[in-house]
């Protein structure tokens, strides 16, 4: 007689047979929590001492270390486990337009704000180098979870746009100032603090906000009574929104708030939350104006310059997001690599292995470094360097459009260094890949912001100037940078529309090349140099290539 495995024969107990361990675990890096990202982010340590920042790295510590605590990781997990939910109207029918988030969500977002994340750099008595601090503070507390930097964002960079308008500014920028997370919809003046949004885009229109359909009919009182439609409006629970809207005068600026100054609800109508590919603990909405007040920011007609400020330092924020996502997931990567087993050795110990790592590494550190000298250069040019503004104005688009473009790339490939592993939800890496797309597109796609750098060049050409100076300070140190500095001056000098991609690409990765140079250890700099400098192409169109063949091949047609 046969026996099926673990039964036992007469007079013998379970006790004489082993039993096969077969749920024990093993080969399994232990959880990456509560570690340091400072600690491990030599870069950005690197970074900040090259601008002055040296006395204040540790001031980041407690930040860094709750980010990557335990604490905060699951807090990001469970607020993208549970999104936001609108409630258009209460259990008796009553409009209310509000939206639900979990917990986890206003715990995030309680900390970004009590550390000044939101603004600290617009106050009176910021410190010098206010801006690079809360960029790298951005940066860090970012890794902890993605999606609560939109209005954390959104807030930060409303403060120039709403300075357009002082009379404004001295009634609502003490309460986008205050350190005070207090969410719902009260009138401003009754809360402890305020958070900014920003409503712009419409369906017919996209990035071409010249477009927009939506009117401001101006009144008796000063006011404008607001009727249109916004196909994209970010962070749809603030308390205030930058709206851009046709007027008498043409398109213009104005501030829409939640609740008017008497209490009332503003007839600000919520119709859905938009359902994203990633930033899911994020609520973005189309909404509807349907007789909404709001005031004028800047003048009349000038909308889009009003607005600009907010858009260049959201995109700021798009860039230290990037960076921010692509460092966790080489964290997670490296952290998997140095812990698993296999043919062997620790996979981090593998030549091949350690070649895609060190890849990843390389990016990371090119990115940040990037990043933080783009915020000294807001510190300087809140100073007055004009120099510095004339950087800005042409790096900055650029390096939105590189860095951002770039993430996906990174974090699918380090995702992949988790094998199986990686691709399952509870890795985390899902959630980051899903995200990285986003900030490539919020804020001017690619081939919007690669335009904005021509457009750059087209009216300021001195920016030219200002960047190849910048970039000259790395010359002569190695002759593929200088090769690639010479190409670039060819792209500068005669820039064409179907180019702009490869300028864009061309200006970032020789601006990293000169940092890294000036600044990196040899290895780091070297390594950048031997895989990134030769030829077009990291982007894709980045080739400036048309062909009419092609793409007449590969357009369905309907008759």
């Not at 040296?54 to 407690?62: A, G, K, M, Q, V």
């Not at 005669?494 to 000169?514: C, F, G, M, N, Y």
Request: hydrophobic letters at 40%; glycine letters at 8%.
């Amino acid at each position: 007689m046969s026996y099926a495995a673990g039964m036992t024969q007469p007079g013998e107990s379970a006790a004489d047979f082993a039993i096969p361990a077969i749920h024990q675990v093993s080969n399994q890096p232990p959880p990456l929590d509560d570690f340091d990202p400072l600690d491990c982010d030599p870069a950005l340590r690197e970074a900040l001492a090259e601008h002055g920042q040296s006395e204040r790295i540790e001031e980041l510590r407690p930040l860094a270390r709750q980010a990557g605590s335990a604490t905060a990781r699951e807090h990001g997990r469970l607020a993208n486990e549970h999104p936001p939910v609108l409630h258009s109207h209460d259990r008796y029918g009553h409009r209310i337009d509000e939206v639900e988030f979990h917990p986890s969500w206003h715990w995030l977002m309680e900390r970004a704000v009590s550390e000044g994340l939101h603004a600290a750099p617009w106050a009176p008595d910021a410190p010098e180098g206010a801006h690079l601090h809360r960029a790298a503070g951005f940066y860090l507390w970012s890794q902890a979870e993605a999606g609560h930097g939109c209005p954390i964002s959104m807030t930060f960079a409303s403060v120039p746009a709403l300075r357009h308008s002082p009379e404004l500014a001295e009634i609502y920028e003490p309460g986008l100032r205050a350190t005070n997370y207090d969410f719902g919809l009260r009138p401003a003046a009754n809360k402890r603090g305020l958070l900014a949004g920003m409503s712009m885009t419409e369906k017919q229109g996209g990035s071409d906000v010249r477009a927009n359909t939506t009117t401001a009919e101006p009144l008796a009182d000063g006011s404008y009574r607001i009727v249109g439609h916004k196909w994209f409006t970010s962070a749809p629970m603030n308390d205030l929104f930058l709206t851009l809207a046709q007027t008498p005068a043409g398109l213009s600026c104005l501030l829409v708030p939640r609740v008017l100054p008497d209490g009332t609800r503003n007839a600000v109508r919520l119709r859905r939350l938009k359902d994203k590919l990633g930033n899911k603990s994020n609520a973005s909405a189309e909404l509807e104006y349907e007789g909404a007040i709001g005031w004028l920011i800047g003048e009349a007609g000038r909308g889009v310059r009003s607005i600009i400020d907010m858009v260049s330092m959201t995109r700021m924020d798009c860039v230290l997001g990037s960076a921010a996502n692509m460092r966790v997931a080489l964290s997670e990567a490296a952290h998997h690599a140095a812990h698993r087993d296999a043919f062997g050795s620790t996979l981090n110990r593998t030549p091949l292995m350690r070649a895609v790592l060190s890849d990843l590494a390389v990016e990371s550190e090119a990115a940040v470094g990037l990043a933080m000298r783009l915020a000294s250069a807001i510190d300087r040019g809140q100073r007055g360097d004009r120099a510095e503004l004339d950087l800005l104005r042409l790096a900055l688009p650029a390096t939105k459009y590189y860095v951002c473009k770039r993430a996906p790339t990174v974090i699918g490939e380090a995702l992949e260094c988790l094998g199986g592993n990686g691709y399952v939800e509870e890795s985390g890496m899902p959630r980051l890949y899903r995200e990285a797309p986003l900030l490539s597109i919020w804020e001017g796609s690619g081939n919007v912001t690669a335009l904005d750098t021509l457009r750059a060049l087209h009216k300021q050409p001195d920016t030219a100037e200002t960047l190849l100076a910048e970039l000259d300070r790395a010359a002569g140190r190695d002759e593929r940078y200088d090769r690639s500095l010479r190409k670039l001056r060819e792209e500068l000098g005669e820039p064409r529309e179907e180019r702009a991609r490869a300028l864009a690409e061309r200006l970032v990765l020789t601006l990293q090349a000169s940092l890294l140079l000036r600044t990196a250890p040899t290895e780091v700099a070297e390594t950048f140099l031997a895989t990134r400098l030769d030829g077009d192409g990291h982007t894709l169109g980045a080739t400036g290539t048309r062909s009419d063949v092609l793409l007449d091949r590969v357009t369905p047609r309907k008759d």
